[in-house]
């Protein structure tokens, strides 16, 4: 089955220091991964995505993710937090038995970034 | 240009009451999804759709319907609430093949 684990339910980190949140992955064939973020009472954004190529992706905001095939996972980093990126964020990947753009999402983990 | 919009913001059913969630997106986007969001439990697909027309179930259909007769709207029908589907609901849109979706801003409903 195809799955996404986010091993973390909450990570705190202090401002300045780097970050990174982690993720793994379960897919048939290649994955087309997905990081999204979602403030408070708002809607999931877009952040970053690994389709192929370069193993290490740039997205918005100053974050980047890695791609590590052999290990299945697609950590996603900072390399100084800032006290706004305090949110939730999503590791998805797409379904790959349903086609289109039906994404499998984590269950999110809760990022915390202190003075 | 508005995204993907969500009505109602806030919702309070009582078991057993019929509703419809509205999502609008203004960007001529083929595919629309509706995805809800429990604590712990990321999102689960409930619908989607991949252009006028053509709706498919998700990974959590039941008590559910949707229907797709403009390529900008696709709202979400519930039969007959129930106290299991008080959730968050997302309205999602991209274009065919983009993988990457736009979000609406929720819509938070709750089962008495």
């Known amino acids: 089955a195809q799955s996404v684990a986010q091993p973390e339910d909450q990570v705190n980190v202090a401002e300045g220091n780097p970050l990174t949140v982690k993720c793994t992955y379960s897919?048939?064939?290649?994955?087309?991964l997905f990081w999204y973020v979602q403030y408070p009472n708002r809607g999931l954004q877009f952040l970053l995505k690994y389709i192929t190529g370069d193993n290490l992706v740039k997205g918005s905001y100053g974050f980047e993710a890695e791609f590590n095939k052999s290990q299945t996972s697609f950590h996603l980093k900072k390399p100084s937090a800032l006290v706004s990126d305090s949110a939730l964020y999503f590791c998805a990947v797409r379904d790959s038995t349903g086609g289109y753009n039906k994404l499998i999402f984590g269950a999110g983990t809760r990022l915390a970034v202190h003075p | 240009n508005a995204g993907v919009t969500q009505t109602p913001k806030f919702q309070v059913l009582k078991t057993g009451q019929s509703m419809t969630l509205q999502c609008a997106q203004d960007?001529?986007?083929?595919?629309m999804s509706w995805y809800r969001q429990d604590p712990g439990m990321g999102l689960r697909l409930i619908h989607y759709s991949v252009g006028a027309g053509i709706t498919d179930q998700g990974e959590v259909p039941n008590g559910y319907n949707v229907s797709r007769s403009t390529t900008e709207d696709f709202p979400l029908r519930l039969l007959s609430a129930a106290p299991s589907q008080t959730s968050v609901y997302f309205c999602?849109?991209?274009?065919?093949?983009?993988?990457?979706?736009?979000f609406g801003a929720g819509s938070r409903l709750t089962v008495l």
């Open positions: 999602a849109s991209s274009p065919t093949g983009a993988n990457v979706l736009t």
């Open positions: 960007m001529n986007h083929e595919y």
């Open positions: 897919v048939s064939g290649n994955p087309y």
